[in-house]
């Protein structure tokens, strides 16, 4: 196992630490598949509609999204795994975020309503289409397993509290509700 894998390693996890466990709020899995119908809703709308103002604010929603995934429920989920057969599924989504940053600067050099553009946003949508179906077909199932409820909804927590921090430095608040 690299040694970088091992970084990180429950930095994050369980940070309240105080016994406390909040009922309130949606677990780890749940909140990042509500991210996720956000977002295919609005990569639907690029494809009949591709306005820039509507990519950007895509850009920011994966942006706050696989950041906090990466900061906080993957290493958590690398850390849940009892063997190394599953790691797998844990460097190909690093590897598929990393695609999706490769390709949204590509969509906003090319001219919003050219066939360039129609044409990327189309690769976008296809590649986190397939992104999240993988995570919400492989990795959450075995995070379910593998983790309790209480890590979980401690999950979640961070999630949410750290999109909140992530949207507030975006100026995103606001304009979030008209996705
Ligand atoms: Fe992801
Ligand atoms: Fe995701």
Avoid at 21 to 40: C, F, N, P, T, Y
Avoid at 91 to 113: F, N, Q
Wanted: hydrophobic share 35%; glycine share 4%; no cysteine.
């Amino acid at each position: 196992m690299p040694a970088t894998m091992k970084r990180r390693s429950s930095s994050r996890r369980m940070k309240s630490g105080n016994g406390r466990s909040s009922r309130k709020g949606k677990d780890a899995i749940a909140l990042l598949k509500e991210d996720h119908q956000m977002v295919r809703k609005m990569l639907k709308r690029l494809e009949s509609n591709g306005s820039e103002d509507l990519l950007n604010q895509i850009e920011a929603e994966l942006k706050i999204h696989t950041q906090i995934e990466e900061e906080i429920f993957y290493p958590a989920f690398r850390d849940s795994l009892r063997s190394q057969k599953d790691e797998h599924l844990y460097y190909e989504a690093l590897e598929e975020h990393h695609v999706v940053d490769i390709v949204l600067p590509e969509i906003k050099e090319s001219s919003e309503g050219s066939a360039e553009f129609e044409a990327k946003a189309k690769v976008l949508k296809d590649l986190v289409e397939h992104h999240a179906e993988e995570e919400e077909k492989q990795m959450f199932p075995k995070a379910r397993k593998l983790m309790g409820a209480a890590e979980l909804r401690e999950l979640g927590e961070q999630l949410q509290e750290r999109k909140q921090e992530l949207m507030s430095d975006m100026g995103m608040r606001m304009r979030r509700r008209a996705a």
